[in-house]
């Protein structure tokens, strides 16, 4: 099996078992987002965070790139 990896697109930083983001990545999602991550009841609700989340990131990112 491989070693778990950040949900951020393109990043292979690996992580600890139980976390779904690096901590870089992990700063860049809204504390809202982070909640409903958190907080999530279902997996489906958790997925859909995620994929929320990735989103987010995916923005900063390409504003960042923009400076
Ligand atoms: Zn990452």
């Not at 983001?21 to 999530?40: D, G, K, N, T, V």
């Amino acid at each position: 099996m491989s070693e778990p990896a950040c949900h951020a697109i393109g990043c292979a930083t690996p992580i600890p078992a139980g976390r779904d983001w690096c901590s870089f990545h992990w700063r860049m999602i809204p504390r809202r987002l982070q909640a409903r991550i958190y907080h999530a009841k279902t997996a489906e609700e958790k997925q859909a965070a995620q994929a929320a989340a990735r989103q987010a990131v995916e923005c900063a990112e390409f504003g960042e790139r923009l400076l």
